[in-house]
């Protein structure tokens, strides 16, 4: 067992408890002012600095004893507009808000990581913490890094993990190079008839029956058009529309979601989607709008930085607990826009126990974590940012 992983069991009874005070009192983005307090006030005992950025976000900096570059560590801290359905000691007190996503575990795992590089810090360098707020949305990365958080010092790398309830069991991690997570747009599709009374449907144009056309059309897309080995999600979340059963409906609203790992593919989407509106509405005297919404990114790993993490993991947890992730996800993670500024690694740390009845997804009103990822995750950012540091000392 390596020494920071001894040191973060030995230190996982206080940050379990920090993380079940922060599960308790979920905020969602850009309100996470009692989760930044909390944070602020940890880094400070360490005999940080903190600083706040982007409203909510807290950032400090551990400093080597010796010149060197500068890793970035990164958690997210906010939660979801869910009511939890636990009854485990540590349920949200807030009703309609929950850590469904593990966002307090990644707060807790970052600050736990934080304390073990402040008491090990003869290394040559610096490390960033960043405790952002709102990747749930509208998004906090950009804000953070538009108020200038890879500068000084200027960061040379960055890490993230996230817990997984998905095949991934507790003293594991999951990683791969390339595309991790996917690109999540946004698309509005208004379809607008001419309303009327249901028994005289000629002498209206049904807005209902032309949306019925868009949406059915619409996956010919990617069934059709898109190569079958390239992945690519457009899912139709709502549709609202009408006033009762003999009204002939004059407007129909529909909201989806479209997910690409290909920046190529991606810019082709609204193109397409667009395409398939127009004809299907003009074809049944029904007339549009469109908007496309762009989301975050594809989230693609540094090949370098990849193999760093995983030779960590290799040498802290075994090779039998470092998996290679065959496919990506279609999720997204505004993490990427650290990635495409900085040699990145965004990996999974493994959280998984059906027998402690952790096994629901993230967003799940009962999703739970096995808390015995929490020092593993602790251990490896510390160590991932000592390997990192010791190897590039020498390009300072």
């Known amino acids: 067992m390596s020494p920071l992983l001894a040191q973060a ?102 600050l736990g990581a934080a304390k073990l590089l402040a008491t090990n810090n003869d290394f040559p360098g610096n490390v960033k913490l960043i405790f952002q707020p709102a990747e749930e949305g509208p998004g906090g990365a950009m804000p953070l890094i538009s108020e200038g958080v890879l500068e000084n010092p200027t960061v040379d790398a960055i890490f993230g993990l996230h817990l997984g309830t998905f095949v991934v069991h507790a003293g594991q991690i999951a990683l791969r190079e390339g595309p991790v997570c996917a690109a999540p747009d946004t698309i509005t599709i208004v379809v607008r008839g001419k309303g009327g009374h249901g028994a005289h449907p000629h002498l209206s144009v049904d807005a209902v029956v032309a949306a019925g056309h868009v949406i059915v059309a619409l996956q010919t897309i990617v069934s059709r058009e898109i190569d079958p080995l390239s992945a690519v999600v457009l899912s139709l979340g709502t549709i609202n529309g009408g006033y009762r059963e003999n009204v002939i409906a004059d407007e129909v609203i529909i909201k989806g979601t479209v997910r690409t790992l290909s920046p190529e593919i991606r810019a082709t989407m609204p193109m397409r989607i667009e395409r398939v509106i127009r004809g299907t509405c003009e074809s049944l005297r029904a007339e549009y709008t469109f908007s496309y919404e762009m989301g975050y990114p594809v989230l693609i790993n540094d090949r370098d930085m990849t193999n760093l993490v995983e030779k960590v993991s290799q040498r802290v947890l075994g090779p039998e607990n470092t998996l290679r992730a065959t496919h990506p996800s279609m999720g997204g993670e505004d993490f990427s826009y650290f990635a495409e500024r900085v040699p990145a690694c965004f990996f999974y740390l493994g959280a998984l126990n059906a027998e402690k009845g952790c096994h629901y997804p993230i967003h799940h009103p009962k999703f739970n974590f096995d808390e015995d990822a929490i020092p593993v995750g602790m251990a490896m950012l510390a160590e991932i940012c000592l390997e990192y540091l010791q190897v590039n000392a020498t390009h300072a």
């Open 9 to 110: 069991q030995a230190l996982a009874p206080e940050i379990v408890s920090i993380r079940r005070d922060l599960h308790k009192n979920p905020e969602l983005g850009f309100a996470e002012h009692r989760t930044a307090q909390l944070v602020a006030d940890y880094l400070t005992k360490l005999g940080l600095v903190p600083r706040i950025m982007a409203n909510t976000g807290v950032v400090a900096t551990i400093s080597g004893t010796r010149p060197g570059k500068t890793i970035a560590l990164r958690a997210d801290m906010d939660a979801l507009p869910i009511t939890e359905q636990a009854d485990h000691e540590y349920v949200s007190t807030t009703t309609g808000l929950m850590h469904a996503c593990g966002h307090d575990g990644h707060t807790a795992i970052l």
